[in-house]
């Protein structure tokens, strides 16, 4: 293939490398020139065009895609018809993705034009989930490579998926005085949510002492147990597995059983016991697996939902990339498992003072500088985040910025004047974040300035709902359950605060974070706000300014 600038009068069989822009339309990039194309050019005064000049032996960027996509199996996948250089292989139904990496870079290095992208291996996928694509780069490109590259995908099976099958799963849960009756309860809902997508049923739960004898005789139990789908056993210790010789791992050899594997380099997840007893999989979850967030006990279940028994040498293999999102619940998490002293976190307060009080009507008061209990609303507001004590306080100004600056005089807080504030909150968010993160902050407190109803006591259990998770949650007010402000955002969303654009606030980042999200009842004052005259006069105060 020839890329190149070519004269446009002698395009002709030409393949368009950009969009052309004519009087009458437009010519697509990918588009073959044709006779009537050359003329519209020349009439366009258009002289020239970047293009491609196929060669002998070339193919097309659709035809070159879709012979390599035709050498993957497509059991259980859905291809698309190749477009635009490209075929996407999408799910047909729940299931493991597995790949074979050693295959798949084998395809990649045969020529830096074609190439193949897919879900990491042993990924847990849903119907309809797209699981790779095959992608050629330029317009066209050579078929040697492409046969080349094609017969590389003809050796083996560079990805599949293999659906889940119905397993019949009998639980078994200890018993100690220490574990609630609840607990054990919302371990069983988990595991059945876990089930789900594999059509999978938990068909029976027995609880017993904490000790192996007595879970022994409920594996022997369970295995008598006759139904038409393959059986799983899992057991939930009330206390975590410490040993090798620890209830679980006993417990399935006195079944008569073999442990494979105890322990696991997947974090959270590293208390997993896996055996089996008469070909009968037997899983020792870890603690973690009692929250639905993804954890070791996830990977060696989908596998063996998917009809794998892996090996102790798989098992061991899991440890890079096995390091995933920690679970704030654990006894004890892994970071302050390993701190020798522990310093109080640094959470700065920004205080968003910068708006245009435009509900206020035309040429109305502004209401931050409406009295309450004759104090202006947004001194009463700086005040109270300075008697709360968690850190520096930082107010962001804007409309009508030397009034709402004069009016915190006397206040050991910091104004930062937003110029840009008339673009909406996420400047003002932005501006607050840069000063607080300058500061070596922790967190940052996100409040209004006009929600009147906020005391001392509330921004006090705020910041120390976060301290307590160590700085690794969202902490948010709510109302009876509802969502409000303030926020607390940590400093691992700091960088996406840089990225809001608009009259918009944190909400996007703290749906979208992927973070625990701790809600303290504050009552009503998470949701009063006074943005207009009458919502002034109605939370007690007196219009001024």
């Given at each position: 293939m020839i890329f190149g600038e070519f004269a446009a009068s002698d395009a002709e069989g030409l393949i368009l490398a950009h969009a052309v822009k004519l009087p009458a339309g437009r010519l697509p990039k990918g588009h073959v020139l044709n006779d009537g194309d050359i003329e519209s050019l020349g009439a366009a005064g258009i002289a020239s065009v970047i293009a491609c000049r196929m060669e002998a032996g070339d193919l097309g960027e659709d035809e070159a895609a879709q012979r390599c996509a035709s050498a993957i199996d497509p059991a259980n996948l859905r291809l698309t018809p190749a477009s635009t250089g490209r075929v996407n292989f999408y799910a047909t139904c729940n299931g493991l993705f597995v790949a074979d990496k050693v295959l798949?870079?084998?395809?990649?290095?045969?020529?830096?034009?074609?190439?193949?992208?897919?879900?990491?291996?042993?990924?847990?996928?849903?119907?309809?989930?797209?699981?790779?694509?095959?992608k050629i780069i330029p317009l066209a490109v050579s078929g040697d490579s492409v046969e080349r590259a094609r017969i590389i995908l003809t050796e083996g099976a560079a990805f599949r998926l293999?659906?889940?099958?119905?397993?019949?799963?009998?639980?078994?849960?200890?018993?100690?005085?220490?574990?609630?009756?609840?607990?054990?309860?919302?371990?069983?809902?988990?595991?059945?949510?876990?089930?789900?997508?594999?059509?999978?049923?938990?068909?029976?739960?027995?609880?017993?002492?904490?000790?192996?004898?007595?879970?022994?005789?409920?594996?022997?139990?369970?295995?008598?147990?006759?139904?038409?789908?393959?059986?799983?056993?899992?057991v939930f210790g009330a206390s975590a597995m410490c040993d090798?010789?620890?209830?679980?791992?006993?417990?399935?050899?006195?079944?008569?059983?073999?442990?494979?594997?105890?322990?696991?380099?997947?974090?959270?997840?590293?208390?997993?016991?896996?055996?089996h007893v008469d070909g009968v999989p037997v899983i020792g979850a870890p603690g973690c697996a009692r929250s639905p967030k993804e954890n070791g006990f996830d990977w060696v279940l989908n596998r063996l939902l998917a009809g794998e028994m892996p090996t102790s040498h798989e098992l061991t293999g899991l440890g890079?990339?096995?390091?995933?999102?920690?679970?704030?619940?654990?006894?004890?998490?892994?970071?302050?498992?390993?701190?020798?002293?522990?310093?109080?976190?640094?959470?700065?307060?920004?205080?968003?003072?910068?708006?245009?009080?435009?509900?206020?009507?035309?040429?109305?008061?502004?209401?931050?500088?409406?009295?309450?209990?004759?104090?202006?609303?947004?001194?009463?507001?700086?005040?109270?985040?300075?008697?709360?004590?968690?850190?520096?306080?930082?107010?962001?100004?804007?409309?009508?910025?030397?009034?709402?600056?004069?009016?915190?005089?006397?206040?050991?807080?910091?104004?930062?004047?937003?110029?840009?504030?008339?673009?909406?909150?996420?400047?003002?968010?932005?501006?607050?974040?840069?000063?607080?993160?300058?500061?070596?902050?922790?967190?940052?407190?996100?409040?209004?300035?006009?929600?009147?109803?906020?005391s001392v006591g509330d921004l006090h259990a705020l910041v120390s709902a976060f301290r307590a998770s160590a700085g690794r949650s969202i902490v948010r007010a709510v109302a009876d359950g509802k969502r409000g402000n303030p926020v607390i955002l940590p400093r691992s969303t700091f960088e996406a605060v840089k990225s809001l654009e608009g009259d918009i606030g944190a909400r996007p980042i703290i749906e979208t974070a992927g973070l625990p999200i701790v809600d303290v009842e504050i009552g009503l004052a998470a949701r009063l706000d006074v943005d207009t005259p009458e919502a002034v006069i109605a939370a007690g105060g007196i219009l001024k300014g």
């Open positions: 798949v870079d084998r395809f990649n290095r045969v020529d830096p034009a074609i190439t193949l992208a897919c879900l990491a291996d042993h990924s847990d996928v849903r119907d309809g989930d797209l699981v790779a694509t095959v293999k659906p889940y099958r119905p397993h019949a799963v009998r639980l078994i849960a200890t018993e100690l005085p220490s574990l609630k009756l609840t607990v054990m309860d919302k371990t069983a809902r988990v595991l059945e949510q876990r089930l789900a997508p594999s059509s999978s049923e938990l068909v029976e739960e027995q609880r017993v002492a904490h000790r192996a004898e007595a879970v022994a005789a409920a594996i022997e139990n369970a295995l008598r147990r006759v139904d038409a789908r393959p059986p799983m056993i899992v090798a010789v620890d209830v679980i791992p006993e417990s399935i050899r006195m079944a008569g059983g073999v442990v494979d594997q105890v322990g696991l380099p997947v974090d959270p997840g590293n208390l997993l016991v896996l055996g890079v990339g096995g390091l995933l999102m920690e679970i704030p619940s654990r006894p004890l998490p892994r970071e302050l498992a390993t701190e020798v002293e522990h310093q109080p976190l640094k959470v700065a307060t920004v205080l968003l003072a910068a708006g245009r009080s435009s509900r206020m009507g035309e040429g109305g008061r502004h209401k931050l500088l409406a009295e309450f209990e004759g104090e202006p609303l947004v001194r009463r507001s700086a005040r109270i985040a300075l008697e709360a004590g968690a850190g520096e306080v930082i107010v962001v100004t804007g409309h009508r910025a030397l009034e709402i600056a004069d009016s915190l005089t006397g206040l050991a807080v910091a104004c930062i004047d937003n110029p840009d504030y008339a673009s909406g909150m996420a400047s003002s968010l932005k501006a607050g974040f840069a000063a607080a993160n300058a500061g070596g902050a922790d967190g940052v407190l996100v409040m209004l300035a006009d929600m009147p109803g906020v």
